[in-house]
């Protein structure tokens, strides 16, 4: 089957949206009609010959008070699907009265399987059944849908003397021309496209740098893959086909299972369709979708592990009624996001409301295989404030740590600006597994794709370019060679982290006692009466009892007291209240670093140790900074005495007109 075949099938239902829907709908709505009878076309083609032994089942297990008949049903149809309805598409051609059309068409749809219904559901399909009656358009377009120039079917289209006239389209066909159909509808609302559907290639790139690494150590088995916001499901069966397409090559047979899960109704019955025409019924039925299956707060596959995710996450979305719904983040138990960690066994992995995209990371390095020998493979996509958003002991800056310090990060890929559809702002490629190699355990490689790109012709909303085949194959090969270059950087997972310190001062005030202990209440009562004064004397908050050590850096001051050395603390001004980000790499650590940084400034300063949080961000803007060269003083002058020449005369111009 070739691509000119597949556009002009995907040309012509083009056409019956502009010829049938034009005037009834705006055209960013046509997709509501034309997906799903796209669809109900496919499936009833591939129905028509088992139609009766279908019909015949369906008679024999009624009258056998059989109610579960789902799979006696498939059987017959040798489909993971069926329609027990007494109508095919054709016969509804012959209906005069647009009544008799419209209630038969619903009895038609109310005979597929549970599956079909689930998407037809998810498309709100019935809901546009009224308009196209009312406006006799149904019957137009079921007519167009039956045109002889358009066969659908996995069945060709003979000739009278038995030559071939049409080819069927098979599964792989058909669902090559959904595709297509779903990227024109998405390039058609392109303010909306992108929010739940990748670049493919953007995707064929992380399917690339998941599975390139390990394609030799592919073993013939089944593989589940997964995606927890699965939009129309594109990673997945990219994943999938990138999968076979090595194993086979390696002479290798294995079988996949594909398990999504799409919040969007829409998005979660074209992938659900996708799927059903690509004839893979059983990876349909593991799509779970619709409003109430938000990955976060309902969770459709708490119990499974997966080899290999891939996922284009939500960035910048709140997730506040998940929260809400969780238990509100002081009460949330799941343990998906409440993990055991560096001691901590309630280690919170919970992020601000406003932006829950590194939650679905969490979600899926929860689901990761510890038991087999490839373990999990995860790509992600994210935006950049993934990599620094949040402070230390914050939930954003939790998951880099817990990811980090259990040495799950391979790689993070920054893509060229202007990849998606909807957002022009800087994406990056998360490359995770719980099986690195060794010559890569305890490093993590940064990687600048930003400059291999191929600009596109036409802009795509705000898509305005593209990676090439090229493209894809240079940044993999940076990928898998894994040495320094002026686009790859290599670290030691601790060069991410940090350690967040707060940084004191002591309370000065006027016509104190310097050798006298104040309580708390005397404190804010001086403090109340404006007696605050750097130049005057600290105030002393405790005296520390005969035997304890000084410890000035850490706020405990040797003293003498009425004639006697005395260790005391003093009363914290919080206006000189300072943080350190103190790198855990930092030689001689946070002691070393505040007698070098601080004290020489500050004299007084100490640090509180119970204040001290550890944080980890990446910075790719410090890693890959390219300072401009400072311009020529030549240069400089060049241009001053261009601007002289320009402006020559003009202020006696200006002088001559106010005179």
């Not at 939650?359 to 790509?379: Q, V």
Request: aromatic share 8%; proline share 5%.
């Amino acid at each position: 089957m070739d691509g000119a075949l597949h556009s002009k099938i995907a040309n012509f239902i083009w056409g019956i949206a502009d010829d049938v829907l034009r005037d009834l709908y705006v055209r960013g709505k046509y997709r509501d009609v034309i997906l799903p009878m796209t669809v109900l076309r496919r499936l009833d083609a591939v129905l028509e010959p088992s139609k009766d032994a279908v019909l015949d089942m369906k008679t024999t297990l009624d009258c056998a008070d059989i109610t579960n008949q789902d799979a006696a049903l498939r059987q017959a149809a040798g489909q993971p699907f069926y329609n027990t309805s007494p109508f095919t598409l054709r016969d509804l051609r012959s209906r005069h009265s647009q009544q008799k059309l419209r209630d038969d068409f619903i009895e038609y749809l109310d005979g597929f399987s549970g599956n079909v219904q689930d998407i037809l559901d998810n498309f709100e399909f019935r809901n546009q059944i009224p308009r196209l009656s009312k406006a006799d358009a149904l019957g137009t377009l079921i007519e167009k849908f039956l045109d002889p120039d358009l066969n659908l079917s996995p069945y060709p289209v003979r000739n009278s003397d038995g030559s071939e006239r049409q080819r069927g389209l098979d599964n792989h066909a058909m669902g090559t021309i959904f595709e297509e159909l779903i990227r024109r509808f998405n390039e058609e609302n392109n303010e909306e496209a992108g929010e739940h559907w990748t670049p493919r290639d953007a995707v064929r790139l992380m399917a690339n740098l998941i599975f390139l690494p390990i394609a030799d150590q592919i073993e013939s088995g089944t593989y589940l893959l997964y995606d927890g916001a699965c939009g129309t499901g594109g990673m997945l069966t990219v994943g999938e086909e990138t999968l076979k397409r090595l194993s086979s090559e390696r002479g290798k047979e294995v079988v996949t299972h594909l398990y999504g899960q799409e919040i969007n109704a829409e998005t979660y019955a074209i992938a659900k369709a996708d799927l059903l025409l690509k004839g893979e019924g059983e990876a349909a039925d593991n799509l779970v979708g619709g409003p109430e299956w938000s990955t976060l707060s309902n969770d459709a596959f708490p119990s499974r592990e997966f080899d290999f995710m891939l996922s284009n996450p939500p960035y910048g979305k709140s997730w506040k009624g998940d929260q809400e719904r969780m238990g509100g983040k002081s009460g949330m138990k799941d343990p998906r996001f409440i993990t055991e960690h560096a001691g901590d066994p309630e280690y919170s992995l919970v992020t601000r409301s406003s932006d829950g995209q590194m939650l679905f990371l969490a979600n899926m390095l929860s689901k990761m295989k510890h038991g087999t020998k490839l373990g999990s493979r995860i790509a992600e996509v994210h935006n950049g404030s993934s990599l620094f958003t949040g402070d230390a002991g914050q939930g954003e800056s939790n998951i880099r740590r817990w990811v980090i310090e259990n040495d799950w990060l391979e790689a993070i890929v920054a893509l060229p600006l202007n990849m998606f559809y909807n957002t022009g702002i800087a994406t990056y490629i998360w490359v995770l597994t719980n099986r690195k190699p060794e010559h890569r355990r305890g490093k993590v490689q940064l990687i600048d794709a930003t400059q291999w790109f191929k600009p596109m012709r036409k802009n795509l909303g705000k898509k305005n370019c593209e990676l090439s085949a090229d493209d894809i194959q240079t940044i993999c090969d940076v990928f898998l060679a894994f040495e320094e270059t002026e686009q790859s950087k290599i670290f030691p997972n601790e060069a991410f982290g940090y350690e967040k310190v707060t940084v004191e001062r002591p309370l000065r005030l006027r016509g104190i006692d310097p050798e006298h202990g104040y309580s708390a209440k005397e404190i804010k009562a001086m403090k109340a009466d404006g007696l605050v004064d750097e130049s005057a004397p600290p105030v002393i908050k405790k005296i520390h009892k005969r035997g304890v050590q000084p410890d000035p850096l850490r706020g405990r001051f040797e003293v003498t007291l009425y004639g006697k050395p005395c260790v005391v603390e003093y009363e914290t001004d919080s206006d000189l209240r300072d943080t350190e980000q103190v790198p855990l790499r930092e030689f001689g650590g946070v002691g070393l670093f505040i007698k070098r940084e601080v004290l020489p400034h500050a004299s007084d300063a100490w640090y509180d140790p119970s204040s001290v949080r550890i944080g980890y961000e990446i910075s790719f803007t410090r890693y890959f900074y390219k300072p401009q060269p400072l311009r020529s003083l030549d240069e400089i002058r060049a241009d001053i005495l261009a601007l002289e020449k320009e402006t020559e005369g003009l202020l006696g111009e200006i002088l001559r007109e106010r005179s």
